[in-house]
């Protein structure tokens, strides 16, 4: 697979990325097509997973390169990650504040952002599609920083990045599918919309990764941005979904341990 992706440029390397991932959450939502329900514990325990995937890969794939590619380049690196991470963390509040957005298993009136009177379908649409826009950011970025030939950068490690997202995007289709189906749209419909919120990964990746192209010297703070807005997502919206079971709680505690080492195997095997 390596040997593949890399007689690509690293903006086509991204696409393709982030295509792979938007596929995954196509495929995620394609489970209506086989059922209308799906067992609340085994949706928790899957984006539990997903949240323990983002973490792993918020720190080996972005931070700890970030901070290692800092000092490279002559940058004080506590400095540069907490610009970085804080920067991401901020982006993605004030894009939750003012995106009108609906999570999962709440009410209409319960929606997030500017309030609007678009219908529940697009606003729970819109909520997992915040979820990937730092998600194909950081997959953009992270085949970028390949191009700037750093020791801290490698094409194992951007395509485990990329493997890992697309993992944790297949519950996030299925939560955004699942929820249309029960309240009695087509199950072709249901599919649409739950796809449809993966569009985002392959225009944020390929724009992560030409932004980082063309100036390279601001690379460790873009995937330490990356993270931040990562994290951002886990802590306000992955745990909290997963977690509103109480009788779930530790199920879900070891699904997102199980996603957090698998991320860590891929990230340490490939990268």
Excluded at 52 to 73: C, D, K, Q, T
Excluded at 74 to 82: F, K, R
Excluded at 169 to 192: D, I, W, Y
Excluded at 231 to 248: C, D, G, H, M, T
């Amino acid at each position: 697979m390596v040997e593949f992706i890399a007689q690509f440029n690293p903006i086509v390397q991204a696409l393709l990325a982030t295509l792979f991932t938007w596929a995954v959450t196509a495929a995620g939502a394609g489970l209506v097509f086989l059922q209308r329900e799906i067992n609340p514990k085994l949706l928790d325990g899957m984006l539990g997973f997903a949240a323990g995937v983002m973490i792993a890969a918020s720190f080996w794939s972005l931070l700890a390169p970030g901070i290692e590619m800092a000092g490279h380049l002559g940058h004080i690196p506590w400095l540069t990650a907490t610009i970085g991470f804080m920067g991401g963390g901020v982006f993605m509040r004030l894009t939750d504040r003012f995106l009108p957005h609906l999570h999962p298993g709440l009410a209409l009136a319960d929606s997030e952002g500017i309030k609007t009177s678009w219908q529940r379908s697009t606003l729970l649409v819109l909520a997992i599609t915040l979820h990937n826009i730092p998600e194909g950011l950081a997959v953009g970025v992270a085949f970028g920083a390949v191009a700037a030939d750093l020791p801290s950068a490698s094409l194992g490690g951007a395509i485990a990045l990329a493997i890992g997202i697309g993992l944790q995007n297949f519950p996030e289709g299925t939560a955004v599918a699942m929820p249309l189906r029960r309240e009695g749209l087509s199950r072709r419909k249901s599919f649409f919309l739950g796809q449809a919120s993966g569009v985002v990964e392959p225009i944020a990746g390929v724009l992560g990764a030409c932004f980082v192209l063309k100036m390279q010297h601001i690379l460790p703070y873009a995937l330490c941005f990356a993270a931040g807005a990562m994290i951002f997502v886990v802590v306000e919206e992955l745990i909290p979904e997963s977690q509103r079971k109480q009788a779930n709680i530790d199920f879900v505690t070891m699904a997102t341990l199980a996603g957090f080492a698998t991320m860590m195997i891929l990230d340490v095997a490939l990268g």
